[in-house]
């Protein structure tokens, strides 16, 4: 009857395992601007050129020609295994890149950074491709800067979680950038997200005690 409930109960643990809600440890999230005919032609209707990153910013990333931004540890983003949709909270990042925009606005340099990573339904368009994730910028405060579409190559796991997404221009910069929302939607570039789950270590020390346990039993027998 014992070495049953011990094993039931191991059943239970590592259930509660694959099921559990998931949190980020560090990593990075890679941003290439431009590189396709269409997203050099749409930077360039932006008026956006890129002059200069700083602020902790990765000088590579694992994109062609691109940057890359650290993870935060203390991001606050849940997720669920399997599912690339959050439960809660957002993917923070350290470092800066800044512009030069020299379209009907003339902002001219702009530095933006610190960027977040969150989760809200209703920005989902089907027409841009628009996922609902977007990025905003906190270094500035200018808010949403790009909506992540067309989700490639989801991985949301025990050890990792990790999504390809283009970049598209937010509602809120093309007001910025061009004094409306024309630009809304436009695909400038590639972002990757690649980050580190870490290991539940309380459910796994619960699921080797009970292993022990059933062990021991074993012996006595």
């Not at 340099?109 to 977040?116: N, P, Y």
């Not at 997404?165 to 007001?175: F, G, H, R």
Request: proline share 3%; hydrophobic share 45%; aromatic share 6%.
């Amino acid at each position: 009857m014992l070495l049953r409930t011990l094993v039931a109960l191991m059943f239970v643990t590592l259930s509660v395992a694959h099921a559990q809600t998931l949190s980020l440890t560090g990593g990075k999230t890679s941003v290439q601007l431009g590189g396709s005919t269409a997203e050099d032609a749409n930077l360039a209707a932006a008026g956006i050129t890129v002059v200069g990153i700083g602020n902790g910013t990765l000088t590579t990333g694992d994109l062609p020609g691109g940057v890359a931004f650290a993870v935060d540890t203390n991001s606050t983003f849940l997720f669920s295994e399997s599912s690339v949709l959050p439960v809660a909270g957002s993917i923070e990042h350290f470092g800066t890149v800044t512009i030069n925009q020299t379209g009907l606005q003339n902002l001219g340099d702009v530095t933006l950074g610190d960027f977040s990573i969150s989760f809200d339904a209703t920005r989902e368009n089907m027409t841009t491709g628009a996922s609902g994730f977007f990025v905003a910028d906190t270094f500035s405060s200018l808010g949403p800067v790009f909506d992540l579409g067309n989700l490639t190559g989801i991985v949301a796991t025990t050890t990792n979680f990790s999504v390809a997404a283009d970049l598209l221009v937010s509602p809120e910069l093309s007001t910025a950038l061009a004094g409306d929302a024309s630009l809304a939607g436009a695909d400038v570039g590639n972002a990757l997200v690649a980050a580190s789950v870490p290991e539940p270590a309380s459910v796994v020390g619960l699921s080797v005690a009970c292993l022990a346990l059933v062990a021991a039993h074993r012996g006595r027998k």
